[in-house]
């Protein structure tokens, strides 16, 4: 089963870049020296660039960078934009990219972040995340099932795993770390 990814999150782009952050957070309990930034200014062989997330941690006896670019678009996310990531990525020596949408993603680009390890994210509304057997459409879920708001969906090829603030392991995968 599919989750409902057509409800978009109705978060200004400031907030919106901040969700994505304290999703991104929420991975990082369990890794060394864990540090997120919002709007950080990474110098790359080409010149600076500013991105909407870094993510830094250590692992494995050497220190990591992830950049994370989030597009608050009505528009499914177009390859270029994972292609211009993927530049970004190789300037500033990152170890990952994460491109997030509330959109959703061509499936060109899935293709093309599928060959160059770029992990896709599309932020919805957590009701996402709540799931019934009927035939009818799917209800909202009940105040007792404790959603999260929002919570990202991680595209991969023909199948997602959720990312949330509250568990970590699909988040730290994205990250690109298996195990911690």
Known sequence: MTPRLEVQPTLTPEEYELTVQEILDGAGVDLADFRSAHLEKVAGVDGDYIFDITVRFRALGADFLVIVECKHERRKVERQ????????????????????SIAGFQSGTIEYA???G?????MVDGASTWFTKSIHSASSPPPWAN?????GWWCRGNSMSLMSADVGEYTRQALGIDQV
Do not use: E
């Open 118 to 122: 770029i992990a896709l994210v599309q």
């Open 114 to 116: 599928a060959v160059h």
């Open 81 to 100: 934009d994972v292609q211009i990531l993927h530049d970004k990525i190789r300037s500033t020596g990152a170890h990952k990219g994460i491109l997030c």
């Open 147 to 151: 959603s999260p708001k929002y919570v």
